[in-house]
Structures are given as C-alpha cells and as structure tokens.
Nanobody, 124 residues
C-alpha cells in the first residue's frame, strides 16, 4: 500500500512561514498526481494546491495563490508546500494526497492515498 507521511507543521505567528513535506513510500512517484488539502475544525476539507506528476503544472486555490508554492522532488519521493505570510485563517490540519495520473496532467477527480496530516496553527 502506498503510504504518505506529512511533516513540517507547527505553531507560528501571523506573517510567518512554514514548509510542509510529504514523503511517499513508493520508490518512484513520477506517475502520481499529488496535492495538498486542509481541514479546519467544523469545516469541510478543502484543496490548497495540486501538481502534475513531473511538477510542470501547478494549480492553486484562489485563497492560497501568491502566498503558497507547491513543488515536488521525485528523486526524493517528496512533495512540498511552502506557505508564506500566514494568517490565523490558515490554521488547519494539512494533508497530502496522491493518485495515479493515468494520463491526466494535474487534475484527478479523487485521490486514493492520503497522509495522516500535520497540524498548522497560526496565532495573531
């Protein structure tokens, strides 16, 4: 089974930055579309950013674009999420996810594999 493990979360003040990482158990992740999602208490899970298998295409939710950068290092089997200028509204559990692209560029309708999440807390 493909396993994903997030890290890099923590507590920061408003305006701070964090870099999240997600290590995938597969030796070769070059065929996986991947993404970052988040969920705050009392709210539904929402997408943050998605990336194509090679990293050539990146997509962001409007609320994150400009402050957030998704990237990947397939040689290290790792997905990254750089977040800058954080605000309390960014407080949530952040999850990474993966899905075989099966010919898709970056968009897949659902993700089969999920990590357990890493907590991000931003204080004012």
């Amino acid at each position: 089974q493909v396993q994903l493990e997030e890290s890099g979360g923590g507590s920061v003040q408003t305006g701070g930055s964090l870099r999240l990482s997600c290590v995938v158990s597969e030796d070769n992740i070059s065929s996986y579309c991947m993404g970052w999602f988040r969920q705050a208490p009392g709210k539904e899970r929402e997408g943050v950013a998605m990336i194509s298998a090679t990293g050539g295409t990146r997509a962001y939710e409007n609320s994150s674009k400009g402050r957030t950068t998704i990237s990947r290092d397939n040689a290290r089997n790792t997905l990254y999420l750089q977040m800058n200028t954080l605000t309390p509204e960014d407080t949530a559990m952040y999850y990474c996810a993966a899905e075989p692209c099966r010919g898709a560029d970056w968009y897949v309708p659902q993700y089969t594999y999920w990590g357990r999440g890493t907590q991000v807390t931003v204080s004012s």
